[in-house]
């Protein structure tokens, strides 16, 4: 289906759909496993609150601490979170808890990203929202790096859990058994 005959549906997403392309993922930034666009859309028309995260993108002097807050908001929302919860870090720990509970197998790929992902997700999805409204901002500040005269986004130092998880979770040695046996050791 076509973009314009998706939009002409969600008449609220129609004023924000360069934030809205970009936080869900484009060529220019990373995207969410099993978070579509139409679904975005959906929850973009329903939830009133989400407009004002998405303004601050379109908003030239907005701070970093600004676009994290509010880009985390909406991440938030994206992955369903009770309102309760107002970290990304926070409800990352509940979903994998309960995600190793509920399942055999568990999948990293469902959980929300790091905190640190996150805010070089919002940083390039506000660049680009910028690029896209004919701002021109210094693609180095918004976690963009110039390497053999081509722009490369900056790749998080984080891994995607604490060792102590990775391990628990692709670890399947038995107590008392050799080291040597170990994939992870």
């Known amino acids: 289906m076509y973009l314009s005959q998706i939009l002409s549906s969600y008449t609220k997403c129609q004023?924000?759909?360069?934030?809205?392309?970009?936080?869900?993922?484009?060529d220019t930034?990373?995207?969410?496993?099993?978070?579509?666009e139409?679904?975005?859309?959906?929850l973009f028309e329903k939830r009133h609150d989400l407009i004002d995260c998405a303004e601050v993108f379109t908003n030239?002097?907005?701070s970093s601490d600004t676009i994290l807050t509010n880009g985390t908001r909406y991440l938030l929302a994206m992955?369903?979170?009770?309102?309760?919860?107002?970290?990304?870090?926070?409800?990352?720990?509940?979903?994998?808890?309960?995600?190793t509970r509920n399942s055999k197998r568990v999948h990293l790929t469902c959980?929300?990203?790091?905190?640190?992902?996150a805010y070089q997700h919002l940083?390039?999805?506000?660049?680009?929202?910028?690029?896209?409204?004919?701002?021109?901002?210094?693609p180095e500040n918004w976690v963009w790096v110039l390497k053999d005269n081509s722009l490369e986004p900056i790749q998080t130092l984080l891994?995607?859990?604490?060792?102590?998880?990775?391990?628990?979770?692709?670890?399947?040695?038995?107590?008392g058994e050799p080291l040597f046996l170990c994939r992870i050791a």
């Not at 924000?16 to 970009?22: D, K, P, Q, R, T």
């Not at 992955?79 to 995600?99: E, F």
């Not at 604490?162 to 670890?171: D, G, M, P, Q």
């Open 15 to 26: 004023a924000h759909i360069s934030f809205l392309h970009a936080v869900t993922g484009c």
């Open 29 to 36: 930034t990373s995207a969410f496993f099993k978070r579509v």
């Open 38 to 42: 139409t679904k975005v859309f959906k």
């Open 60 to 62: 030239i002097g907005s």
């Open 79 to 99: 992955y369903g979170t009770p309102n309760k919860i107002d970290s990304i870090h926070k409800y990352r720990y509940l979903s994998s808890v309960k995600n």
């Open 111 to 117: 959980l929300p990203p790091t905190s640190a992902a």
């Open 123 to 138: 940083c390039r999805v506000y660049y680009r929202v910028q690029v896209c409204l004919g701002n021109d901002l210094d």
């Open 159 to 175: 891994s995607p859990a604490s060792e102590k998880l990775l391990s628990t979770i692709f670890c399947n040695c038995k107590k």
